[in-house]
């Protein structure tokens, strides 16, 4: 008998402002929806389609921006506890909400006590 997939799959259309690139971005739910996610091609902002006007005009402001970066995303990558010692991994993406520069960076956190 075939199995018949009954849970809903959310998505949007989304196009790079950098290279072009369009593609339907997936979310597990509406609440974990995002206008701005990071492009699988080119790691430029990957914007929803009905969202473009209202980040065009940041495309060509890049060099001129004093950044303004808010936290896209994040997440622990590994976790290590020793006797009296806690260390962390994690990953973050951030954009700029003024010209949409994206930047990922990876730090380790280690906790004593």
Known sequence: MCEVHTEKRYFNKAACLVCG???KVYHPSKEEYKEVTVCPKCNGAFVDMWKLGKYEKHINQ???CEHKYQ???SET???YADVG???QEVSAIFYCE???DIRCQKRGVE???
């Open 62 to 64: 890049h060099k001129e």
């Open 111 to 113: 906790k004593w006590g």
């Open 98 to 100: 003024k010209c949409l």
């Open 71 to 73: 936290v896209l995303d």
């Open 21 to 23: 690139h369009t593609d």
């Open 85 to 87: 010692r806690t260390s």
């Open 77 to 79: 990558i590994s976790s």
